[in-house]
């Protein structure tokens, strides 16, 4: 077949989307085997097919898509890039395929979500599968549910969450469909399996029967526990141990505990509803409880447990309930009420689980003391209490309160206490149990296992062999250290006994301990699932690996993998050498001798205590040797340094042996494996030596070699020990130097540093200078890691010193710790977060902990806390200032602070705002005081503080802000995000509270590396701040967007949106789009060496006062830190405080008088003078490839004369975020300070340059968005850049354009775009050229498509140095390997193509043979059209000029689709891409060059235009032919015309409005001409239909398309209303539109006249105006019949529809009242029958009670109308015309006929009947003047009644009008004069409208505006109807009209009305005759169409077809259109004659 062979060359990406289902076909089955082929994932291949995919599952032929399901299938498991197609081919598998009958379809999409889930795209495909139950279909419902239940069996509930799922369970239930209830059962039967009993509760209430049901299936479930059957791509290697488990036969157990996880994963109280039960308390409890009777305390408790026995309970304020419940369990004497109110706390504790948290602290110590019962019951009440609460926090925080309880001397609480803590442990991972939670309680037990009660003793066994087994021996050893044999034996004896809650972290471990492992597991691992997923080392088939395994399971959790690593080297990094340290035994100096022999030459040995100074110096230099060339292995360290130290030893004399001795010490420590031991023989010697001036730096050599062998924080403390043990103040402050550089290089981490700071305490005391100095330094070191805790231990030095130390501190501040370099070799294996934070915790808590702290509890009185507490303020104020005054004189303190915290939280929302102020200045204090341990009170003291940041008060806010921030500083970030709490304090509608909260999460969430998950909870309120009424709080909400997604992950937050309303929802996810674009990635783990407190122990206290002065924009953007700061301890807070601190230090005021001025000073000449320096090479010329420091340097010098002193302070400050702020300020002061900007332009583009070097987004987003501005600036100046300025700065500028960022891309784009105006484009391009060599292809790329845009835009001059060198270097590129730069440039070389025609191929010179073809192939694709660049070029400048100032962020891109990375084809292509089916580039004419070119092209004629079509019709014998020969313009096109028309009419539906536009044009063209215009009959529908298609495309596409000019739109309507017109002009024709097409068209234009959107449209209102008299066309002359019949449909569907709006019914009754006006004149065209059984349906569907019910009367009186009229018509004949309704009773039809006649026969009389027939008229005029009266009296009644008045004047006027000489004067007079005015003046008002002849100007119509009757009747009055008024007789076509009618009820045709059914054929159809929705006809015209459009397109057409001959102009309105096609047809005419 001829077409075939045109589908069968295309490329297979091109089939697939072919228009034929062959081609599609075959398209799919290509690609099948293709992805089946590549065997590369990251194949460019699939990025082709990425936006495909979706089209294969959804195609529209079932064959084609069945195999399209197979392609996809294969696609999803191969490719790469598949889960980006996930959301979209899931929504199409579910709509589209689930609801295909072939079976095989079905399974295909079922493997297919399936396989999208294997590919990690669970999350996505369950929330489509969730949609699709949401479906009308059920078939789709329950494929939905069988897909779910199958992913669930295969993955496991892990993969598959179930909570949404379960949520839908009982709805599912309920459905009607009994295959959904059916699969629902399945479906809950599955997850029974996975999750056994929590299933219950949700379930509970469905229908008893099915619950029953349920139960006995349930029951039928296997024990076993389910397991995973199919794996993730991530677990890989448990699909191994899986299958290894199936081939050994079965399951080993061994999978069972992997699998058992799943169980807790759904946790039955997730998916309970919360009770609220504070105030269903009894209400006199308070009283109560605190009784005398114990009965009624008892009445009391039991009634709190009762209500605490429900499961979960809601959040609110249990302070006082909790402190109530502690009383009576502390302080009651009936045991009994204590066992009651524990269990109470119990209850409380299990129902609130974290919520409980707060109260946790209070109750503990109560808790334990009570212990000393001895009661069983009160002791097991007790236990469970403690228990339940220590499951609601963390043992961080209760650590103290435990502490203090195991001193206590009653054994049974020192038992109870050590059980405790040993059920706490299993509670814990290693990474919960830190070393620093480990000392204290390792230390406490072993008191108790040396305790002399022996249930103590057990008990503390008990509790150390839990710690043993959790954190593993590696990390208690160390604690243990001293317990003897025996005890240890029993410790580790428990640890063998404990089974723990997370078993799987033991299993690890234990296995590391060298346990023997069989194919199992170790028993103790299968005590419960561990909830931290799948630690892939506790897998026995991959023990062999188990220390480098990754974490198994899904990457977001770093914990397991820490436990994995242990084996390798500890959970924690800093432990991590201890592996390899090397423990040896004292060597005698005999062994060491003989080692030594033998290794070293025996010469060497002899000479080394020779007497002569040269033989030791060559035994040495042996000696050297020897060590150089011995392997690690073999080399006797110990024995080598013993031999150096034999005498003389460290006593050498000879500086030249000693020297080389010191360096081989070296090289043993580096080379050997050097133990401490070895290191014990000689630190001593090299301390001796380190001050001395010439072996000095060996010295230093060698002990920084030693601390790398045995760690720093060894041997340094020994080293420090050894100096100062000795008096030398020169080896003292050597030594402190050394340690200074030490701990630079090998880090912190570690160090003893309450060993240092005593030294050092001792150094600065020295009178040696040099000595103070180094400790000095030591100490600027030291802050550099531990920051201002350090100061705390020197509070107490002399004055002077301390300002020494302060100004060393000074100078630190800003700095960060330099990454490590040594020490990390052996750090390695260290295990992700665990270490670090434990290292982070480890130092802030070594400094912390070391300071001597006060316990101030006995000293917060209860006098003290009633102070705090009075009525008066001034007492309030004593109190307050009491407890400042304990606070400083403890200076520091422990956490126990008794009712403080209660006392000071009520203080907090004081009305005296001076008090809260106090209150705030208490806590920031408490924090600096009490430390890390303020932790405890976040709860309850620092939540509060949160909310008075929604004072209105702004230093109130301040003050609350920098407490929290000095919280923050001590607690970290972890304490302030759990829980709920932050979530309500956002969900208070409080525009303060919200701003500042957010700030404040933005500036902190950017720097933590992991937060808890509760944030989730924030993210609705976050929301709603997104919308809030206020500007702020919108706009800090949209600051917070980026760091709340790059710690929760966009689609937690797409997810997020799925409750919020539509439009909401969609602004919200177009933000979050925008937000993930910025997105700053998470800090890089924090290097282990300079990890500091945990949060950061900068001085944020001190950052309010500087947030004041701060410019609100500042510290927006998204504020990434950048890495060297994040490595400086995960924060930035730190260099804030430095800023902090000066402001502190002056007044604010001054701080902001300093801004004032202007930000660039003018310095005459000083822009010349730089240049002239930069020339004679003074200075350094700005070229570098990264930023070196005297480059920074040299900036600033010469900044420093012309920028303010402030600002330049800002721009070379150290943290980003005060780049951010310059920038501000810059932007700010741009258009005031031009003349400063200018005279410094060339400084501040290079200090941009610098910034271009941050790797912080957000800085260079701001810096980019001021040099936008900037450029706009500098052309509205008509600056021009200078030479140098250029040089300095476009290079780094184009370096951007490479940007993995599309947003970044764009910016430089834009801004490359505008420098065009400031510096000569030829100019430029040899910058861009310059970056097309770079090595980053998206740079290369972009450059390249750059010079492509600049070529296009100023021709081929400014390629330099010329046009020929330039193309050969772009042309370089096409072989390039990456895809998008040879695109680029192809796309590049062709533009050039399309501005310099074939020349191009001569300036390319020679190219490869394959790229060759690969251009030529590029333009022969697009110089389809060349002429269209120089119009392009054309277009170009001025556009380029106005849009300047627009953000024009890509003036010359054209469209979107070019920015995607498969760039289109052809740049000129302008907006279709080659997807869309404009009219083919053969048939598209360019007019201007058909004329001007007079005839040259005459060969290419082809000769078909000979054909004429009129001996086709010849033989058929009608007398006049329809169709009459069809214009030349048509005939030549075509041989057939009607499938020409159909291919017009095919592209009026076309996407593309240009397309749409020149069809339409076509058709008004043959519309507008006589003769062609019957060539369109037969295919008015199809036109129709393809119209109003297109206003459904642009009411619901076009319109919403913010990128689409309203300008294109509004021609588009134009168009299409004109063509309508032209259309309805033509009676014949529009009596061919058919009822359903006629219906959806008015559905349409009425849609159209009521779009707001069209309005606010320039021309909008000339559209409607338009609209209007369209449909008074349509009205007027479509079949009469089918009009009104389409309308009552319409009707209908309009009041049934609750979504359409009233105002569109009102217009659909309008159009029906101006068909009633009609009816007399069309009565007897019209097909009664049919009528009255559209208004039978009506009316069955709406009785007349439904009507009444309805809003507005409108409906009911039109309906009555409209039978009132016809009945006035038609006369009792109208009983006649029942024929086609079956049933009449169904609806009032017949009967409110009956009614309407008798009326009229009372009023008429009975001689009316004869004379229906002959019009209505007569019956009126012979009506007897008895009559006469009833009637006026009849019309008055309607004038004066409110509903009918217009009516009723028309009927007046009519009245009147037939009997002029009736007198109406009686009827007048008795009514008022304002009613006898009105009815005059609604007469003439009338009269003036008939007088225009019914003629509608285009103004009138049916606008909405107008109400009542709308349109005025035609002139035509009733009296004409059909007989005229004297009787004469009526000529025939009256009774050809009436033999139509007889004919058409005898069942034959009319040949005019082929769109009416016979009424036989009507008749025999059963079913009622709705209307043929015009879908229905769509698909009978879609064969066609296709057939039509295939011939058409393989024709070759003569060149004059002006068929597709773009018809540019707008057609604003129809008279418009006119003169575009007259004037095209003259063209035409002219270009024809001149071809002849």
């Given amino acids: 077949m001829g077409d075939d062979s045109e589908w069968m060359k295309l490329p297979i990406d091109q089939k697939c989307e072919h228009k034929l289902w062959k081609a599609r076909l075959n398209g799919y089955e290509e690609a099948l085997k293709l992805f089946q082929k590549i065997d590369d994932e990251k194949s460019p291949e699939w990025s082709k097919y990425l936006g495909l995919i979706k089209k294969f599952v959804t195609d529209s032929n079932a064959v084609a898509q069945l195999k399209g399901l197979e392609a996809a299938l294969a696609y999803v498991e191969n490719a790469h890039v598949a889960g980006k197609t996930t959301g979209e081919v899931a929504s199409g598998v579910v709509n589209k395929v689930f609801n295909q009958p072939k079976a095989r379809a079905k399974e295909l999409g079922l493997d297919i979500c399936l396989m999208y889930i294997e590919i990690e795209k669970g999350e996505a495909v369950q929330e489509e599968l969730l949609k699709g139950l949401d479906n009308k279909n059920p078939k789709i419902i329950v494929a939905c549910i069988e897909t779910l239940r199958k992913a669930l069996s295969e993955f496991g509930s892990k993969i598959i969450s179930l909570k949404p799922i379960i949520k839908v369970l009982p709805k599912l239930f309920e459905s009607r469909e009994k295959a959904v209830r059916d699969e629902a059962k399945l479906l809950a039967v599955e997850i029974y399996r996975w999750i056994r009993d929590a299933l219950r509760p949700p379930l509970q209430n469905i229908n008893s029967v099915q619950l029953k049901e349920l139960e006995e299936e349930w029951v039928k479930v296997s024990s076993v526990a389910p397991k995973q059957t199919r794996f993730l791509r991530s677990q890989q290697e448990l699909k191994a141990k899986f299958e290894q488990q199936q081939a050994v036969g079965g399951d080993a157990d061994g999978g069972g505990d992997d699998e058992e996880e799943a169980v807790p994963q759904v946790d039955a109280y997730e998916l309970l509803e919360a009770v609220e039960i504070l105030s269903k308390l009894p209400k006199d409890f308070y009283e109560k409880i605190e009784a005398k009777k114990w009965q009624e305390r008892k009445e009391a408790l039991e009634a709190v447990e009762l209500l605490v026995k429900n499961p979960k309970l809601e959040s609110g304020d249990y302070a006082d309930l909790v402190k109530v419940l502690k009383k009576v369990v502390g302080k009651d004497t009936n045991v009994m009420l204590v066992a009651l109110a524990a269990k109470c706390l119990a209850g409380l504790a299990t129902g609130l689980r974290k919520k409980f948290g707060q109260y946790a602290g209070h109750v503990v110590p109560t808790i334990l003391e009570k212990f000393k019962e001895k009661k069983p019951q009160v002791v097991q009440a007790l236990q469970e209490a403690i228990d339940a609460i220590f499951l609601t926090t963390t043992l961080q925080n209760i650590s103290e309160d435990v ?188 062994v060491c001798e003989e080692k030594a022999a033998a290794v070293l030459p025996a010469s060497c040995i002899q000479q080394l205590d020779s007497g002569n100074w040269k033989e030791r110096l060559a035994c040495m230099e042996e000696f050297q040797k020897a060590v150089e060339l011995m392997e690690r292995s073999e080399m006797p360290c110990q024995a080598l340094v013993r031999m150096l130290a034999k005498k003389p030893g460290w006593k050498e004399t000879n500086f030249q042996v000693m020297q080389m001795k010191l360096h081989i010490v070296a090289l043993i420590a580096q080379k050997g494996n050097f133990s401490k031991t070895s290191a014990q023989v000689v630190l001593d010697g090299l301390v001796d030596k380190v001050g001395d001036v010439k072996c000095g730096s060996n010295a230093k050599e060698a002990m920084t070699a030693i601390a790398e062998a045995c760690q720093l924080p060894w041997t340094a403390e020994q080293v420090v020990a050894m100096a100062f043990s000795q008096k030398n103040p020169k080896n003292q402050s050597e030594t402190l130097n050394w340690l200074s550089n030490a701990i630079k290089e090998f880090g912190f981490s570690g160090l003893n540093v309450k060993a240092f700071i005593s030294n050092v305490k001792t150094a600065l005391a020295a009178t040696n200078p040099a000595v103070r100095t180094s400790a000095i330094t030591l100490l600027g070191v030291m802050y550099l890691y531990m920051g201002p805790p350090l100061r705390m231990f020197f509070e107490d030095e002399k004055p002077a010193l301390l300002s020494q130390i302060d100004a060393e501190f000074e100078k630190m501040q800003g700095q960060t710790a330099p990454t490590p370099t040594r020490g990390i070799s052996r750090h390695s294996g260290g295990g992700g977060d665990d270490g670090e934070e434990e290292e982070q915790e480890d130092v802030g808590n070594d400094v912390v902990d070391l300071l001597p702290r006060t316990d101030i509890g006995d000293k917060i009185t209860a006098e003290l806390v009633s102070k705090i507490g009075d009525k008066n303020w001034k007492i309030r104020k004593e109190g307050l200032d009491e407890v400042t005054s304990i606070i400083n004189d403890a200076k520091f303190i422990q956490p126990n602070i008794g009712e403080l915290p209660a006392a000071l939280k009520s203080r907090l929302n004081d009305s005296n705002k001076i008090l809260v102020q106090q209150t705030l200045s208490i806590l920031q204090q408490l924090a600096t005081a009490m430390g890390p341990n303020i932790k405890q009170h976040v709860k309850n003291l620092g939540i509060p503080v949160i909310t008075v940041l ?347 354009v490479g940007e993995p960022k599309d947003v970044i891309r764009k910016d430089v784009r834009a801004i490359l775009n505008r420098m065009c105006l400031i510096y000569p484009a030829s100019k430029m391009f040899t910058f861009i050229m310059e970056g097309t060599k770079s090595k980053n292809s998206k740079q290369r790329a972009e450059c390249l498509e750059e010079l492509g845009c600049l070529v296009e835009s100023y021709g081929m001059n400014v390629c330099q140095p010329t046009p020929g060198k330039a193309l050969k270097e772009m042309a370089t590129h096409i072989g390039d390997r990456d895809n998008t730069v040879r695109n680029a440039a192809l796309n590049t070389i062709v533009t050039v193509y399309n501005v310099h025609g074939d020349q191009v191929f001569k300036l390319i010179g020679n190219l490869s043979e394959k790229d060759m073809s690969m251009l030529e192939e590029r333009i022969k694709r697009s110089a389809k059209r060349p002429s269209a660049a120089p119009v392009r070029q054309a277009e170009e400048k001025p556009q380029r000029t106005q849009n300047i100032s627009a953000n024009a962020s890509m003036l010359r891109k054209g469209p979107a689709e070019d920015m995607s990375s498969k760039l289109n084809q052809n740049r000129n292509m302008g907006s279709h891409s080659e997807t869309t089916h404009t009219v083919p580039r053969e048939f598209q004419l360019d007019l201007d060059e058909i004329e001007n070119d007079n005839g040259t092209v005459r060969c290419e004629m082809p000769a078909l235009v000979q054909h004429k079509l009129d001996d086709i019709f010849e033989p058929v014998l009608i007398p006049e032919p329809k169709i009459r020969a069809v214009s030349p313009h048509f005939d030549d096109m075509h041989s057939n015309t009607a499938s020409t028309i159909n291919f017009v009419i095919s592209q009026v539906a076309s996407g593309d409005i240009n397309t749409s536009i020149q069809a339409l044009a076509q058709i008004d063209e043959v519309l507008r001409q006589e003769d062609k215009a019957e060539a369109m009959s037969g295919h008015i529908d199809q036109f129709l239909i393809a119209t109003f298609m297109q206003l459904r495309l642009i009411y619901n596409t076009h319109m919403a398309d913010e990128k689409l000019d309203k300008d294109e739109i509004v021609k588009l309507y134009s168009c299409i209303i004109g063509s309508m017109i032209s259309l309805f002009q033509i009676e014949s024709l529009a009596r061919e539109a058919s009822t359903g097409v006629l219906k959806d068209l008015m559905h349409g234009l009425i849609t159209l006249m009521l779009d707001s959107r069209v309005e606010d449209i320039e021309e909008g209102e000339q559209v409607i105006r338009s609209v209007n008299l369209l449909v008074v066309k349509v009205l007027e002359k479509s079949d009469q019949t089918n009009i009104l019949s389409a309308l009552l449909v319409l009707l209908q569907d309009s009041l049934l529809a609750t979504a359409s709006s009233p105002k569109f019914s009102e217009l659909v009754m309008k159009c029906l009242w101006r068909m009633v006006r009609l009816l007399p004149e069309t009565i007897n065209s019209i097909n009664l029958d049919r009528i009255l059984l559209d208004i039978h349906i009506f009316m069955k569907v709406f009785p007349k009670e439904k009507l009444k019910q309805c809003k507005s009367e409108f409906p009911i009186r039109t309906l009555k109308t409209l039978l009132h009229t016809l009945c006035k018509l038609k006369g009792p004949k109208i009983l006649d015309h029942l024929t086609m309704i079956d049933n009449k009773n169904e609806s009032e039809l017949e009967a409110h006929l009956c009614r309407v006649m008798k009326h009229s026969m009372d009023q008429t009389g009975s001689k009316a009947d004869k004379d229906t027939e002959k019009g209505a008229s007569r019956t009126e005029e012979k009506a007897s003047k008895a009559k006469v009266n009833d009637i006026l009296a009849e019309i008055f009644k309607k004038i004066g009644s409110k509903e009918n008045t217009k009516e009723g004047l028309a009927e007046l006027y009519e009245y009147k009008k037939k009997y002029s000489d009736a007198d109406i004067e009686p009827f007048l007079k008795n009514s008022s004069q304002f009613f006898q005015s009105y009815v005059e003046r609604g007469l003439r008002l009338i009269e003036t409208e008939r007088e225009g002849k019914g003629r509608i100007a285009a103004s009138t119509g049916i606008s909405p505006q107008m109400e009542g009757t709308c349109v005025p009747a035609s002139t035509h009055t009733v009296s004409s109807s059909i007989g005229n008024t004297n009787g004469e007789e009526v000529g025939p076509s009256v009774y050809l009209e009436r033999l139509k009618i007889l004919r058409q009820r005898c069942g034959l045709d009319n040949a005019k009305q082929e769109d009416r059914p016979p009424l036989t054929s009507l008749l025999s159809k059963p079913a009622l005759p709705t209307v043929a929705s015009s879908t229905d006809m769509l698909h009978s015209k879609l064969s066609q169409l296709r057939e039509s459009r295939e011939q058409y397109q393989h024709l070759d057409l003569d060149s004059n077809q002006t068929h597709s001959s773009g018809i540019g102009t707008t057609l604003a309105s129809p008279s418009s259109a006119a003169a575009n096609i007259d004037d095209l047809k003259k063209r035409l005419e002219r270009i024809k004659s001149s071809r002849k």
């Fill in 403 to 590: 502490l203090a309880v195991m001193d206590n001397k009653n054994p049974t609480i020192k038992q109870q206490t050590s059980l405790f803590i040993a059920r706490s442990f299993r509670h814990c991972t290693p990474s919960t149990l830190p070393k620093s939670l480990l000392k204290p309680f390792c230390a406490a037990l072993l008191k108790h296992i040396n305790d002399s009660a022996p249930e103590v003793r057990d008990a503390g066994f008990e509790a150390l062999g839990t710690a043993l087994k959790v954190a593993g021996e590696k990390a208690v050893n160390p604690f243990l250290a001293d317990v003897d044999k025996l005890k240890l034996d029993r410790i580790k004896e428990c640890a063998e006994k404990v089974e723990l809650v997370y078993g799987k972290k033991t299993g690890g471990t234990e296995k590391k301990e060298g346990k023997p492992i069989t194919g199992k597991t170790p028993a103790l691992s299968g005590a419960g699932g561990d909830k931290e997923t799948k630690d892939a080392a506790t897998k026995p088939g991959l023990l062999k690996k188990a220390p480098a395994v990754k974490s198994g399971g899904p990457p977001k959790k770093g914990k397991p993998a820490a436990a994995a690593g242990m084996g390798g080297a500890g959970a924690k990094g800093k432990k991590g050498p201890e592996t390899k340290e090397i423990f040896e035994s004292e060597l005698s100096i005999e």
């Fill in 950 to 1296: 929604g004072d209105s008060k702004n230093n109130v806010r301040a003050a609350a802000l920098a407490t929290v921030n000095a919280w923050a500083e001590q607690t970290g970030m972890k304490e302030w995000l759990e829980g709920e709490d932050l979530a309500e304090e956002l969900k208070k509608e409080n525009p303060f509270l919200r701003q500042e909260l957010l700030g404040w999460l933005a500036e902190k969430l950017p720097t933590l590396r992991s937060v808890p998950s509760d944030l989730l909870l924030c993210v609705p309120h976050l929301y709603s701040c997104l919308e809030d009424r206020n500007g702020d709080v919108r706009k800090k909400a949209q600051d917070a967007l980026p760091f709340f997604m790059m710690h929760l992950g966009f689609e937690k937050m797409a997810k997020a949106t799925s409750k919020l309303k539509p439009t909401s929802k969609d602004q919200v996810l177009a933000m979050l789009e925008k937000a993930k674009a910025n997105m700053p990635a998470k800090p890089a783990p924090p290097a282990k060496a300079s990890s500091r407190v945990v949060g950061g122990a900068a001085p944020a206290k001190f950052q309010p006062a500087s947030a004041l002065a701060e410019d609100s924009g500042s510290n927006t953007m998204e504020s990434k830190p950048d890495p060297k700061k994040a490595k400086a301890g995960g924060t930035s807070s730190k260099a804030k405080g430095v800023q902090g601190k000066k402001v502190l230090s002056k007044p604010n005021l001054k701080e902001d008088d300093d801004k004032s001025g202007p930000i660039f000073i003018v310095v005459p000449n000083g822009k010349e003078q730089r240049m002239k320096d930069e020339k004679g090479l003074k200075v350094l010329k700005w070229n570098f490839t990264t930023p070196r420091d005297e480059y920074i340097e040299q900036l600033k010098t010469q900044m420093s004369s012309c920028v303010a002193k402030w600002l330049q302070d800002e721009m070379f400050h150290a943290d980003f975020q005060h780049h951010n702020k310059a920038l501000a300020v810059m932007i700010e002061h741009l258009e005031s300070e031009k003349d400063g900007v200018i005279s410094c332009l060339d400084l501040i583009l290079k200090w941009l340059t610098l910034r271009f070097f941050d790797t912080n987004t957000s800085v260079l987003m701001k810096a980019l968005e001021y040099l936008k501005l900037l450029f706009n600036l500098l052309s509205q100046e008509e600056y021009h850049l200078t030479e140098n300025e250029a040089s300095s700065f476009i290079p780094y500028l184009i370096l951007k």
